[in-house]
C-alpha cells in the first residue's frame, strides 16, 4: 500500500500537466496525502522539486513542483535542465569581501515592487546563489510581479556566524538602498531560505534595525528589517546552548569538531560562551530572544519526523525547530503560519503567502 501512495504521487508529478483540470485536482490531493517519508523519496526523480536546496522536498515543494509544469502544460523531464533565468543585476558587491555578492531579477509592473531575498543553505559551509537561478518559485514570485535578489555570505571558515548574519542585513540594506534605481517598494521586503538560509532569514524578520542615522555611509543608514520572512527547514535559534532543552542532547558523532559549539562564533573553548563577550555573542545570535511584536509575520515548514532525533539532519531540521518558532511568535502576537502544526496553515504555499502579506501593505 506505501509502494501504491509513493507510486501515485510520482504519476501526479508526471501526468499533471496532461490531465484533465479535474484529474488535476485529483493528482494534486494525491501529493497532498503523501508521507514525508515518500516526498523524500521522490527526490530521486524528480530533484528540481526541492526549491530551497536543502535536500528535503517538503509537501508544498512538491505541489509547487507540479503547479509549475501544469503552468507550462508538460510533464518534467527529469533528465533535462531548466533554461537559466539571467538575472537583470549580477554578481553586484554588497560589502568588502569577495562572498558579499548578490544577483537581482527586476519585475515587471508599474510602480515599485517588493522584493524577495534568497538566502542558500549549506550549514554556513557550502551553497551559491546560482542555485537560485533556475528555481521555480523565483519564476512565480516574478510572474506576480515581486523582484527577487539572491545573496551569497561569507562561510564558517571565513567569520563567525555573528558576523555571518550581519553580512545578511548589509545586503538587505544595500538593496533598500537600491530601491529609486531598481525600483523597489522600501516597506516591502521579505526574506526566504532554506536550512542555514531560513535560520538567517528568521534572525533579518527579528533582530531589531540595525539602520545607524549617524553613519556616513549613507547605506548604513537604510533599514535592516523585513517584513515578511519564510522558512524552510530552518533552525530556531543560533544560540546553540538553548538546543538541548527543546532537542535533547546532540550525539559526539553529529559534532563537526571537538570545539563546537564554540566554533560556531571562532572562540576557543566552552569556557568562552560563559564570559561577559561570550554571552552577548549568543544573545545577538538567538533569534528566539529577538521575536517581539513589532516582527515580520513568519511562513515555516519542518516536515520532518517529529521523532527523537536519529542523525544529524534530523537534529538540525527537527519540527521542535518550528514548535519553538512558532511558541515564541505566539507569545508576542507574531503571525505564524507552521505547516506542520495541528492547526494547518491557511497558506498553501510560501508565493501564497507572500503575495497576501505584500498585497496587505500595499
Known amino acids: 500500500m506505501r509502494h ?6 510520482a504519476m501526479a508529478i508526471t501526468l ?27 527526490l530521486s526523480k524528480f530533484p528540481k522539486a526541492d526549491s530551497n536546496r ?18 507550462q502544460n508538460q510533464p518534467p523531464n527529469r533528465g533535462s535542465q531548466k533554461s537559466r533565468l539571467k538575472p537583470t543585476h549580477e554578481d553586484v558587491a554588497y560589502g568588502p569581501h569577495e562572498r ?17 531575498i534568497f538566502i542558500h543553505g549549506g550549514g554556513f559551509q557550502s551553497g551559491d546563489k546560482s542555485k537560485w537561478h533556475d528555481d521555480a518559485n523565483v519564476r512565480r514570485l516574478l510572474d ?53 538560509g531560513a535560520g538567517t532569514s528568521l534572525w533579518l524578520g527579528c533582530r531589531d534595525d540595525l539602520a545607524d542615522p549617524q553613519s556616513d555611509d549613507p547605506l548604513l ?23 538541548e532543552a527543546f532537542l535533547g542532547p546532540a550525539r559526539d558523532e553529529w559534532r563537526k569538531s571537538d570545539d563546537d559549539p564554540a566554533s560556531f562564533y571562532h572562540l576557543t573553548s566552552a569556557n568562552d560562551l560563559t564570559s561577559q563577550s561570550g554571552r552577548a555573542i549568543l544573545r545577538e545570535c538567538d533569534m528566539l530572544s529577538w ?5 515580520a509575520p513568519v511562513f515555516v515548514s519542518n516536515p520532518l519526523p517529529d521523532t527523537p532525533p536519529t542523525s544529524r539532519n534530523q537534529y538540525l531540521h527537527h519540527p521542535a525547530h518550528a514548535r519553538e518558532i512558532e511558541r515564541a511568535c505566539n507569545a ?31
Open 54 to 71: 536543502d535536500g528535503t522536498l517538503t509537501r508544498d515543494e512538491a505541489i509547487a513542483f507540479a503547479r509549475g509544469m501544469l503552468r
Open 100 to 116: 558579499n555578492r548578490l544577483d537581482f531579477w527586476q519585475a515587471d509592473g508599474e510602480g515599485a515592487r517588493p522584493l524577495v
Open 4 to 9: 501504491a501512495i509513493w507510486l501515485s504521487a
Open 291 to 295: 521575536i517581539d511584536a513589532e516582527d
Open 221 to 243: 543608514q537604510q533599514s535592516s528589517r523585513v517584513q515578511a520572512v519564510v522558512l524552510m527547514a530552518t533552525q530556531a535559534t543560533y544560540d546553540l546552548t538553548r538546543w
Open 144 to 196: 506576480e510581479g515581486i523582484s527577487c535578489a539572491a545573496i551569497n555570505y561569507r562561510f564558517r571558515h571565513q567569520a563567525p556566524i555573528q558576523e555571518i548574519l550581519h553580512d545578511a542585513a548589509h545586503a538587505v540594506q544595500f538593496l533598500r538602498g537600491k530601491s529609486n534605481d531598481w525600483q523597489l517598494d522600501p516597506s516591502r521586503f521579505a526574506a526566504w531560505g532554506g536550512s542555514a
Open 16 to 42: 499533471i500537466a496532461a490531465s484533465p483540470t479535474f484529474a488535476q485536482q485529483n493528482w494534486l490531493e494525491r501529493i497532498d496525502r503523501a508521507s514525508p517519508q515518500q516526498l523524500q523519496a521522490l
Open 332 to 362: 508576542c502576537g507574531v503571525p505564524c503560519y507552521w505547516q506542520q502544526s495541528s492547526d494547518r496553515s491557511e497558506f498553501s504555499d510560501p508565493v501564497a503567502f507572500l503575495t497576501t502579506v505584500f498585497n496587505a501593505k500595499e
